[in-house]
């Protein structure tokens, strides 16, 4: 089935000043750039979809790679939507590199799978020892307000995590109508919303009390979270919460735990400062 052939591919680097610019930068829809901005020694570059969404047939890559001594800030100002579809699948596969040194914080807005929707994505996340890495992903159920709750086909998320030559990580989750997962989802809460975290530093090997602190965020009647260690310089977060506004809440909380553990300054999702622009050397503009 023909569709559209979408990609993203940024590789981040450090100039001679030390600050981040963009070496090569290349997009296609449904993919488009902001003007990427300085902010507390983060280069920010928002994610902008110029189409409605996926649909059945469509086919997009992302790669994006940081060099030693760059940090990029990796967000999007809108939600990811999979239409309904009467046959095939949209799909999306990602690859990350963080090298040793540089440091990664991606947090796009939500996935939100509609009614009839099919999609499937394949994330492979490799991080240099030295290197640091945030990743952050979220679910939502569906279009709550319009009574949409898991309406959706198919949902089949893949996520590997490499330290150096060693693959840390590993989780495999499909959602159909009806199935286990869905209604382990639907277990505490009617309209479920889901985040994923990975975190990858150094620093956290001497972060002991990062994971109590995150575990402690808990809350029965808003949100279920659970964190643990996958080596000392690495640990995993997953949050279901009662709704979109508690969902966001918790994530910004869990970052407000992590980001003193990694010693580095959070930078803020949208400008907001009046800073010049920086300079960003593309090879293949999209």
């Known amino acids: 089935m023909s569709g559209l052939h979408g990609h993203l591919d940024l590789l981040a680097a450090a100039d001679a000043d030390g600050r981040?610019?963009?070496?090569?930068?290349?997009?296609?829809?449904?993919?488009?750039?902001?003007?990427?901005?300085?902010?507390?020694?983060?280069?920010?570059?928002?994610?902008?979809?110029?189409?409605?969404?996926?649909l059945a047939g469509d086919r997009v890559n992302v790669r994006v790679a940081v060099e030693p001594g760059a940090r990029l800030l990796l967000?999007?100002?809108s939600a990811s939507r999979i239409h309904m579809m009467l046959a095939g699948h949209a799909e999306l596969h990602q690859e990350f590199r963080v090298a040793d040194g540089g440091a990664l914080d991606y947090w796009p807005e939500y996935l939100i799978p509609q009614a009839?929707?099919?999609?499937?994505?394949?994330?492979?996340?490799?991080?240099?020892?030295?290197g640091t890495l945030l990743w952050t992903e979220s679910l939502a159920p569906g279009r709550t307000a319009a009574g949409e709750i898991f309406a959706f086909s198919e949902l089949r998320i893949a996520t590997d995590l490499h330290i150096g030559p060693a693959h840390i990580a590993r989780e495999r989750y499909a959602l159909?109508?009806?199935?286990?997962?869905?209604?382990?989802?639907?277990?505490?809460f009617p309209t479920p919303y889901y985040a994923s975290l990975l975190c990858v530093?150094?620093?956290?090997?001497?972060?002991?009390?990062?994971?109590?602190?995150?575990i402690a965020l808990h809350?029965?009647?808003?949100?279920?979270?659970?964190?643990?260690?996958?080596?000392?310089?690495?640990?995993?977060?997953?949050?279901?919460?009662?709704?979109?506004?508690?969902?966001?809440?918790?994530?910004?909380a869990i970052?407000?735990?992590?980001?003193?553990?990694?010693?580095?300054e959070q930078a803020a999702l949208r400008r907001i400062t009046g800073e010049s622009?920086?300079?960003?050397?593309?090879?293949?503009p999209g």
Request: with cysteine; net charge positive.
């Open 116 to 130: 009839g929707s099919r999609y499937r994505q394949r994330s492979i996340l490799r991080v240099e020892p030295g």
């Open 75 to 77: 967000t999007a100002p």
């Open 219 to 252: 809350e029965s009647d808003r949100v279920w979270l659970g964190a643990s260690r996958l080596t000392e310089a690495a640990c995993a977060v997953k949050v279901i919460a009662a709704t979109s506004p508690d969902l966001r809440q918790a994530i910004a």
């Open 20 to 54: 981040t610019v963009l070496r090569r930068q290349s997009f296609a829809a449904p993919f488009h750039i902001s003007k990427p901005h300085h902010d507390a020694g983060w280069l920010v570059v928002n994610m902008a979809s110029p189409t409605p969404g996926l």
């Open 176 to 188: 159909t109508p009806g199935d286990a997962t869905q209604r382990a989802l639907l277990r505490h």
């Open 255 to 264: 970052r407000a735990v992590l980001y003193p553990a990694l010693g580095i």
């Open 201 to 214: 530093s150094p620093q956290l090997a001497t972060a002991s009390d990062a994971i109590a602190k995150i």
């Open 277 to 284: 622009q920086p300079r960003c050397g593309a090879e293949n």
